[in-house]
């Protein structure tokens, strides 16, 4: 079962925009949310991270957002810039420091 | 701060035949994790070593193996390979046990198996 899902596999957006990547979850026992970038032939990097008793947290031009009620989480990047296209998942901690990834968004800034 | 590298980066194995991978951690971390991410999938959590001993398992049959070195280096070991197996294998080191910080995890580039 998918406990942390990612429904979109690509999004596209002009240089300078805003680029939201949306992700959500089924278990309510998360405590971390996380996001990783990936580009191609390299591993996972991670990106921003937000606690559970979090709503919001922002580093530069990276802003997570969480809604726990609806279990979604959010990541905001503005403005968008072309060394930003890469893949991006989402992962979520469970008790025994056990992470689940989505299945990734592929974005693409289009300079 | 030397990062995680993985070995090899490629490989190719037949049906039946076994693999094993290595996984070197960041400088400083003691907990080292293993995932599989197939093709158009994320990454699969598969089992975590937190000093030497295993700490956590995924949905992953026991011909799935592992083992962690007193230099916290890992080894992930499979079995009987299937050509389900066939993905990338990626190497996680973290610079804490069961519930450290925020357990940023960081990778490693990825071992790359093939299985014909």
């Known amino acids: 079962d998918q406990q942390v899902k990612q429904n979109s596999p690509s999004l596209s957006v002009q240089e300078g925009r805003i680029s939201i990547l949306n992700c959500d979850y089924t278990?309510?026992?998360?405590?971390?949310f996380l996001w990783y970038k990936k580009y191609p032939a390299e591993g996972p990097t991670f990106l921003i991270s937000i606690s559970s008793i979090k709503d919001k947290n922002e580093d530069g031009r990276f802003t997570v957002f969480l809604n726990k009620s609806a279990k979604h989480l959010s990541l905001h990047i503005v403005p968008s810039q072309p060394g930003d296209s890469a893949v991006y998942f989402c992962a979520a901690r469970s008790t025994g420091n056990q992470f689940y990834f989505g299945t990734g968004t592929s974005l693409t800034v289009i300079p | 701060e030397t990062g995680v590298t993985q070995s090899p980066t490629h490989l190719i194995k037949t049906r039946g035949q076994q693999v094993t991978l290595r996984c070197s951690s960041q400088s400083g971390h003691n907990t080292v994790s293993w995932y599989q991410q197939a093709l158009g999938q994320g990454p699969q959590f598969i089992f975590q070593y937190y000093r030497e001993e295993e700490n956590g398992r995924g949905n992953f049959p026991p011909r799935f193996s592992g083992l962690q070195f007193p230099n916290y280096s890992s080894e992930l070991n499979v079995n009987a390979l299937e050509l389900d197996d066939s993905a990338l294998y990626l190497c996680a080191s973290s610079p804490g046990g069961r519930g450290a910080g925020t357990g940023e995890l960081f990778f490693g580039e990825g071992s790359r198996l093939t299985v014909l």
């Open positions: 278990n309510s026992m998360f405590d971390y």
